[in-house]
C-alpha cells in the first residue's frame, strides 16, 4: 500500500498563485509516475498534470503555460498561478507504480484538496 498525503489547497482570487503538494509513503515503487487530477462539481475527474520517476512532463492543454508539475523523492508539487475561477474543484494526487515496462502495477489516491477560485 502506498499512502498520499495532499496540502496546500484553499481559496484565492482570480489571478494568484498555489502550490500543491503530496507526500507518497510506504511500499513506493521505484518507477513511478505521479500526477493531479481535479473534479469539479457536476463534471467527470480530469488529468491536470503527471510526472514519471524519470522526469517525463504532462499537461492538460487548459492548464499548459500556468501549470507546472515537479517532484522530489517520493513528493510531487503543484505550482499553479494565474488561477481562473474555471481552476476551482478538488485536487486529487495520483500515484502509480509501474513495471520496467510502463505497465501500471497498482494506483493509488489521495483524500483530494479543495481550490477555490473567488473574488
Known amino acids: 500500500q502506498v499512502q498520499l498525503v495532499e496540502s496546500g489547497g484553499g481559496l484565492v482570487q482570480p489571478g494568484g498563485s498555489l502550490r500543491l503538494s503530496c507526500a507518497a509513503s510506504?511500499?513506493?515503487?521505484?518507477?513511478?509516475?505521479m500526477g493531479w487530477y481535479r473534479q469539479a462539481p457536476g463534471k467527470e475527474r480530469e488529468l491536470v498534470a503527471s510526472?514519471?520517476?524519470?522526469?517525463n512532463t504532462n499537461y492538460a492543454d487548459s492548464v499548459k503555460g500556468r501549470f507546472t508539475i515537479s517532484s522530489a523523492k517520493n513528493m510531487v508539487y503543484l505550482q499553479i498561478s494565474s488561477l481562473k475561477p474555471e481552476d476551482t474543484a478538488v485536487y486529487y494526487c495520483?500515484?502509480?507504480?509501474?513495471?520496467?515496462?510502463?505497465?501500471?502495477?497498482?494506483?493509488?489516491w489521495g483524500q483530494g484538496t479543495q481550490v477555490t477560485v473567488s473574488s
Open positions: 510506504g511500499n513506493v515503487f521505484s518507477i513511478n509516475a
Open positions: 495520483n500515484y502509480r507504480g509501474l513495471s520496467a515496462l510502463g505497465v501500471v502495477i497498482a494506483q493509488y
Open positions: 510526472i514519471t520517476s524519470g522526469r
